[in-house]
Nanobody, 128 residues
Framework: QVQLVESGGGLVQAGGSLRLSCAAS????????MGWFRQAPGKEREFVAA????????YYADSVKGRFTISRDNAKNTVYLQMNSLKPEDTAVYYC?????????????????????WGRGTQVTVSS
């Protein structure tokens, strides 16, 4: 069992930055694929970014490429999402997800049905 707790959300003006953190506890974090997803009001949850266990594979949604960066610190059991140049359309609840399977392709790592463990989410609001 893995428990995930997100933090770092908040209210920021357009063009600003936020860094989300996701602290994991339970089974060994270093072997897990980690992902970030988001859900805006009235919309389905969508993929944002993911990184495999070794950090050798990283994928981003087209909408955040060049603005967001996912990173992980296996020693701290934490994954981060650095969000720069934020836009009002980035407003959403952001969820951290984890899975113990060695996901390697963009399709797999971007598929939320492949992730077994989820955090409760953290709200990000970007004002115009």
């Amino acid at each position: 069992q893995v428990q995930l707790v997100e933090s770092g959300g908040g209210l920021v003006q357009a063009g600003g930055s936020l860094r989300l953190s996701c602290a994991a506890s339970g089974r060994p974090f270093s072997s897990y694929t980690m992902g970030w997803f988001r859900q805006a009001p009235g919309k389905e949850r969508e993929f944002v970014a993911a990184k495999n266990w070794s950090g050798s594979r990283t994928y981003y949604a087209d909408s955040v490429k060049g603005r967001f960066t996912i990173s992980r610190d296996n020693a701290k059991n934490t994954v981060y999402l650095q969000m720069n140049s934020l836009k009002p359309e980035d407003t959403a609840v952001y969820y951290c997800a984890a899975d113990g399977n060695p996901l390697t392709t963009a399709q797999a790592m971007g598929d939320q049905s492949r992730y077994k463990y989820w955090g409760r989410g953290t709200q990000v609001t970007v004002s115009s």
